[in-house]
C-alpha cells in the first residue's frame, strides 16, 4: 500500500508562484505515473498533468502548458508540482495521484489511479 501527502499549498496572488509536492511513504516499482489532479467548488476534478515515474515523460492539461511544471526525485519519493503565472481559475484542491497502469498511453483520467493523497488546497486571489 503506497500513502501520499500533498504539501504546500496555500494562497498567492494572480501572477504568482507556488510548489508543492507530494511525497510516497514508499518505492514502488509497480507505480508507473505520478499525476496531479484537481477539484474546484462545484466542478470535475479535472487532470492537470503528470510524470512517467520510470522513464520521466511528462503530460500536462492545455490549461496550464507553459505554466507548470513536474518532476520527480526518485531518491525521495517525491513529485513536485510547480506552478507559474497563477490565475483565479487555477484556485482548486490539488490531489496527488499514483498509478500502476501499464500501458505507454498516458492515462489522464482518474479511474486509472490506483493512491489518492488527501489534497492542498491551492487559492489565487485576484
Known amino acids: 500500500q503506497v500513502q501520499l501527502v500533498e504539501s504546500g499549498g496555500g494562497l498567492v496572488q494572480t501572477g504568482g508562484s507556488l510548489k508543492v509536492s507530494c511525497a510516497a511513504s514508499?518505492?514502488?516499482?509497480?507505480?508507473?505515473?505520478v499525476s496531479w489532479f484537481r477539484q474546484a467548488p462545484g466542478k470535475e476534478r479535472e487532470f492537470v498533468g503528470g510524470?512517467?515515474?520510470?522513464?520521466?515523460?511528462?503530460e500536462y492539461a492545455d490549461s496550464v502548458k507553459g505554466r507548470f511544471t513536474i518532476s520527480g526525485d526518485s531518491a525521495k519519493n517525491t513529485v513536485y508540482l510547480q506552478m507559474n503565472s497563477l490565475k483565479p481559475e487555477d484556485t482548486a484542491v490539488y490531489y496527488c495521484?499514483?498509478?500502476?497502469?501499464?500501458?505507454?498511453?498516458?492515462?489522464?483520467?482518474?479511474?486509472?489511479?490506483?493512491?489518492w493523497g488527501q489534497g492542498t488546497q491551492v487559492t489565487v486571489s485576484s
Open positions: 495521484a499514483a498509478s500502476k497502469y501499464g500501458s505507454p498511453w498516458f492515462p489522464q483520467a482518474s479511474a486509472y489511479y490506483d493512491y
Open positions: 514508499a518505492r514502488t516499482f509497480t507505480i508507473t505515473y
Open positions: 510524470l512517467g515515474w520510470n522513464i520521466g515523460d511528462t
